[in-house]
């Protein structure tokens, strides 16, 4: 039988707190048959882990760029980076810097395949523990083993996603092809998500509700009940968003909203306390579905300050960013008269000093200097060209010199995102301000909810009909999200990235003046010229895949 390649441990998965090996860091010899694969609870496990390392997602998956640097959030120092591709307009069917087709089916495939081989797993598991370990063994086993199979499908709905929101309607395939079939045609966009949606409730009760405490805390990191329905949650509240539904529909607004009401209803998760700190966090209650990461520091030698040694540069926050943080006495900067703009980050959101680096701010352990001829300035090779860093994520304590490294922490669904896709999908169905029968809270209370997080403590957003509170929505998600790769796909989904991308990108100019102080000018220029066509809202299909289906798959419009 033809060899396997069954894994690849380019990237590290979700890992352990402390010393712990992480659940993840397995090898299996890729020399193995498929039949000798599927003959070993080891090896069938090892497949398992496999099928996680298919999920798309990092802080440098662009050469050392952030998706965030494709929309306003932020741009990258580096001018040649392939995330510029999106902003000058140059990708397309046969270049895309984050073409994911080829990935989402390969994990498609192996969750499939993985279905098929294991449904015989409890003679696979006999046969493999009477001779080592006994029916202790057997019940351990076949009882992990079930929960992979339903992880699997979990998984697999996952990758449907990232395929949709990227492509639209893409094609449904749900056992293992041999290479001999015919091309199978798009299914459309509505009937992708309804087969996650449908995957995700038939799978979610074979789910673990927590790996926490289970097996001394080793599989940490593994899909649970609470992913199942925040991604079913999240898939709904797209397909319910005027991208894939122009003329509007409530029901799919009520659909969306059930979905994260359920979430909310497993009573599980909570708010982190500390935003800040959150980000560096091994675990928290708050995560729902997240990926360690090996050590290392790429992040910050692409993320620190120009001035500190080892720093190459990287994301900038842009002052459209920046300018999106509200005072702290919940109005914009241009509705409080007790905004100073030349004192700008005293009185603000305190989200903005935990997430973004502003001039004059005590970062390791001296004052960042991002004005004209400061350290961390113009002038600097790689500086910043907004006048701001990126703090998010970053392990402020690493010594790159040193070589220092630390584990970070992708996450891929946390709570406050449920909270806020109940808030818009609740108040696209109800109003501000309706409770059902049998929902928890408003979407206004659930908007509030995030608001009024412990160490950020943001006023109640008390007034405003649908319209005022769905901008107010919107906004939350560009700040308590920021950086998380959500801009792209909501300003894609609300279809505002016509306006929202190719509005200018600003930066802040910062001169010091002779008696310390500062001086801040806010160009009205853009410093990066953006390009958009509606074609975008969708990514191409790769045109090798369309030139493989001989006719069969269509291209999307007018790529």
Not at 9 to 25: I, S
Not at 493 to 503: D, E, H, K, M, S
Request: glycine share 8%; charged share 20%; with cysteine.
């Amino acid at each position: 039988m033809k060899k396997m390649k069954v894994l690849q441990y380019a990237l590290v998965l979700t890992a352990l707190a402390g010393c712990q090996k992480n659940f993840l860091d397995r090898q299996l010899d890729t020399n193995y048959t498929e039949d000798q694969v599927f003959s070993s609870v080891n090896n069938i496990e090892s497949f398992a882990v496999g099928i996680y390392a298919m999920l798309p997602a990092g802080f440098d998956r662009f050469g050392g760029g952030m998706l965030s640097s494709a929309t306003d959030e932020s741009v990258h120092s580096g001018l040649v980076q392939d995330v510029q591709r999106f902003n000058n307009g140059s990708w397309n069917p046969f270049m895309n810097p984050d073409e994911q087709w080829v990935n989402m089916y390969s994990g498609i495939r192996k969750a499939n395949l993985f279905l098929e081989r294991t449904g015989d797993f409890r003679h696979i598991a006999f046969r493999d523990t009477t001779t080592q370990a006994g029916k202790t063994s057997y019940n351990t086993d076949t009882s992990n083993i079930r929960f992979y199979r339903a992880e699997a499908r979990f998984l697999r709905a996952f990758f449907y996603f990232e395929l949709a929101k990227r492509y639209g309607g893409v094609p449904l395939i749900t056992n293992t092809l041999t290479g001999s079939e015919n091309a199978i045609p798009r299914a459309d966009f509505n009937t992708v998500i309804n087969f996650i949606s449908t995957e995700l409730t038939d799978v979610k009760d074979s789910l673990r509700r927590t790996w926490l405490g289970v097996f001394e805390d080793k599989y940490i990191g593994r899909a649970t009940i609470g992913a199942a329905l925040a991604l079913k949650a999240r898939a709904l509240l797209y397909a319910a968003s005027p991208l894939h539904t122009p003329g509007g529909d409530v029901a799919k607004w009520e659909a969306a909203a059930a979905a994260a009401k359920d979430v909310i209803a497993l009573g599980q998760y909570s708010l982190d306390g500390n935003y800040r700190n959150m980000f560096r966090a091994l675990q928290s209650n708050e995560f729902i579905f997240e990926r360690r990461y090996q050590p290392s520091n790429t992040l910050e030698r692409n993320t620190y300050p120009a001035g500190y040694d080892g720093a190459v540069g990287g994301t900038n926050p842009t002052q459209n960013l920046v300018d999106a943080y509200e005072t702290s006495n919940g109005l914009t900067i241009a509705a409080d008269p007790a905004y100073d703009p030349q004192n700008p980050y005293a009185g603000r959101d305190p989200r903005l000093q935990m997430t973004i680096i502003t001039n004059n701010s005590d970062y390791k352990g001296r004052k960042v200097e991002t004005f004209v001829g400061g350290r961390d300035g113009q002038g600097k090779p790689r500086a910043t060209r907004t006048g701001y860093y990126l703090k998010k994520f970053v392990d402020e304590s690493l010594d790159l010199v040193q070589n220092r490294t630390s584990a970070h922490t992708w996450v891929y669904m946390r709570y406050a995102e449920v909270l806020l896709n109940y808030a818009e999908a609740m108040n696209e169905a109800y109003g501000p301000d309706m409770v059902p029968t049998g929902y928890p809270m408003s979407a206004r209370a659930a908007l509030n909810q995030v608001r009024s997080r412990a160490g950020v403590n943001m006023p109640a957003v008390a007034a405003g009909g649908q319209d005022e509170l769905r901008t107010r929505i919107r906004n939350e998600r560009r700040v308590e999200l920021a950086f998380e790769e959500h801009r792209f796909w909501d300003v894609r989904r609300w279809r505002t990235a016509a306006q929202v991308l190719t509005a200018p990108i600003r930066a802040v100019n910062i001169t010091k003046l002779q008696d310390g102080t500062f001086n801040y000018q806010y160009p009205y220029g853009s410093i990066e010229t953006r390009v958009w066509a509606d074609k975008m809202y969708l990514y191409p299909i790769p045109q090798t895949e369309i030139n493989k289906s001989y006719g069969v798959l269509s291209q999307n419009n007018d790529w």
